[in-house]
């Protein structure tokens, strides 16, 4: 794979050409299917669905209906629904009948209410059961109850809702986190470590952290028109733990290009931290001005196509980002000591307050 590459700090500063090189392929869900490979669309969230009956029959139609829609597990009771939840969850959706012997359909999701409180709820009951089923919507035990016979259509609707509904409930849990972390952040928190790759040696082969010292350095107090931008490639971590790190140096190399494309090509990126890039820009624009660019780079990203053991999976690009004007610190240590923590840690910004 072809590595991005960029011009030298005294060629930034003497604003020429930008040298990057030749571009890189990126990936798409098009390219792989016409390459012939199924491309499976992968999310860092689990899409996995529960269906408990006491019916094995029922089970199995189920099973047939939605294999190769969802990610589907069974179980005939309450009691092992509640295993299953336990042994292979966290379920995105769980769907159970509401008459069953022992535990019923309404007691069972109450206790998924209790056990898995993100966990979406659905409730397929007969005509004789309404009363049941609108008690339990009532008490908040369900997201909804379908009626039997259920169409095909309608249940993968309701499905659809269901997972869509899950996503929204974690995606607004990781909000509130994030908030709470910038609001309070550790003492002892330092998730960016400093770059192991430098001079132009790691997979993306962009300029690392002595590169970005050398061009920053005589710019702080002085130049009013430099900004310092850094990138968080928030699931990279996740992609190397899941699936290696070949398919995590992939991601990195396919975000760093298209970063490297949306950028002017008078702009300079740089591998600041394993999970950091650094970006390091000239705008006669407000700061305002800046603030809205960076948002709109970062907010449509779109997905990449990994080559996982053979397999095409789809991932999403995301980014987190935050920016400071050089002018307005000394050095690089109290720049860097300004940023979220979430991209500088803190003991690396005390390190290179002797910069």
């Keep these: 794979m072809e590595q991005v590459s960029a011009s030298s700090p005294a060629a930034w500063r003497a604003s020429a050409t930008s040298g990057t090189g030749p571009p890189l392929r990126l990936a798409s869900a098009s390219a792989s299917a016409s390459g012939g ?52 969850g966290p379920f995105a959706v769980v769907i159970s009948d509401m008459r069953m012997p022992g535990m019923n359909g309404a007691e069972f999701l109450a206790r998924i209410r209790k056990d898995a409180p993100d966990t979406v709820r659905m409730l397929l009951t007969g005509f004789t059961d309404l009363d049941a089923a609108i008690a339990a919507v009532n008490e908040g035990n369900i997201f909804r109850f379908l009626t039997k016979p259920c169409r095909k259509d309608e249940l993968v609707g309701a499905i659809n809702l269901g997972l869509a509904q899950y996503r929204s409930t974690l995606a607004e849990k990781e909000l509130m986190k994030k908030a709470q972390t910038i609001e309070h952040p550790p003492a002892d928190w330092d998730p960016s470590e ?26 702080f107090g002085a130049d009013h028109q430099t900004y310092v931008i850094l990138f968080k490639l928030t699931v990279l971590e996740t992609i190397e733990e899941r699936y290696g790190e070949e398919a995590g140096a992939d991601y990195l190399i396919n975000a760093a290009q298209y970063l490297t494309q949306s950028l002017r090509s008078e702009d300079r990126l740089f591998h600041w931290g394993r999970y950091v890039l650094m970006a390091v820009v000239r705008r006669t624009v407000s700061p305002v001005a800046v603030r809205m660019e960076v948002a709109r780079l970062t907010s449509s990203p779109g997905d990449q196509v990994l080559d996982v053991r053979g397999r095409s999976i789809m991932v999403a690009t995301s980014i987190n980002s935050d920016f400071k004007a050089v002018s307005q610190f000394s050095g690089l240590g109290e720049m860097l000591a300004a940023f979220d923590p979430q991209f500088i840690g803190k003991s690396e910004a005390a390190a290179d307050h002797g910069h």
């Design 37 to 88: 490979k199924h491309c499976a669309q992968e999310s860092i969230v689990t899409g996995k669905v529960l269906f408990v009956d006491d019916e094995p029959l029922v089970l199995d139609a189920l099973r047939r209906m939605l294999h190769d829609k969802f990610h589907i597990y069974t179980a005939n009771s309450g009691e092992k629904g509640l295993a299953s939840v336990e042994q292979n």
């Design 194 to 219: 400093t770059c192991e790759w430098d001079n132009h040696l790691g997979p993306t082969g962009l300029p690392g952290p002595t590169q970005a010292r050398e061009l920053l350095a005589p710019l």
